[in-house]
T-cell receptor, first 119, second 111 residues
């Protein structure tokens, strides 16, 4: 089945530095990827929709200059948390949309998540 | 608008108990419906799906039936195991470009 690889799975950084998280679709091409943020024991919060070759679409309240998204190829989207602060500490999850031929529906395949801790 | 409502957790069950996690939806069209599962410290995995009314999705002993008349997609399992402890998310998609998730239901199965 479809596989999405997310890296790094765990990162600790100092306040003020930038962190890049990669999301790769390993065996399929993903024109659309999604980035989520998840707080402890809470649901997913959609941050942005990443479209290959165009600008990402950010959800209301998400700072696009803070969370830079680049979808440079059909298999790679990156999320860069710029000038990270402790309040940016969270679990970030990416997903890629894939077409399931058996059911004739789009499904989301998720990466394993990246836990960011900002000191 | 489009939304998904899940029963609030946490849910705690003994091993081999019957599980039901309720999910209802509101949609402006004919959505595809999904259940995703998130094990501790991991991303979400697709558990099962149904794309049209009366379809039954099933996987790993879990089942859910797409009920258009009640706009529901309740998740069931006849006999839960400790390894089923996780957070379960109900979701819908209309165009395939937007997915709407419920708030998640935490399940803990005790031996």
């Amino acid at each position: 089945g479809a596989v999405v690889s997310q890296h790094p799975s765990w990162v600790i950084c100092k306040s003020g530095t930038s962190v890049k998280i990669e999301c790769r679709s390993l065996d399929f091409q993903a024109t659309t990827m999604f980035w989520y943020r998840q707080f402890p024991k809470q649901s997913l919060m959609l941050m942005a929709t990443s479209n290959e070759g165009s600008k990402a679409t950010y959800e209301q309240g998400v700072e696009k200059d803070k969370f830079l998204i680049n979808h440079a190829s059909l298999t790679l989207s990156t999320l860069t948390v710029t000038s990270a602060h402790p309040e940016d500490s969270s679990f970030y999850i990416c997903s890629a949309r894939d077409w399931d031929r058996l059911s004739g529906a789009n499904v989301l395949t998720f990466g394993a998540g990246s836990r960011l801790t900002v000191l | 608008g489009n939304s998904v409502t899940q029963m609030e957790g946490p849910v705690t069950l003994s091993e081999e108990a019957f599980l039901t996690i309720n999910c209802t939806y509101t949609a402006t069209g004919y959505p595809s419906l999904f259940w995703y599962v998130q094990y501790p410290g991991e991303g979400l995995q697709l558990l099962l799906k149904a794309t049209k009314a009366d379809d039954k999705g099933s996987n790993k002993g879990f089942e859910a039936t797409y009920r258009k008349e009640t706009t529901s997609f309740h998740l069931e399992k006849g006999s839960v195991q400790v390894s089923d402890s996780a957070v379960y998310f109900c979701a819908l998609s209309l165009t395939g470009n937007q997915f709407y998730f419920g708030t998640g239901t935490s399940l803990t199965v005790i031996p």
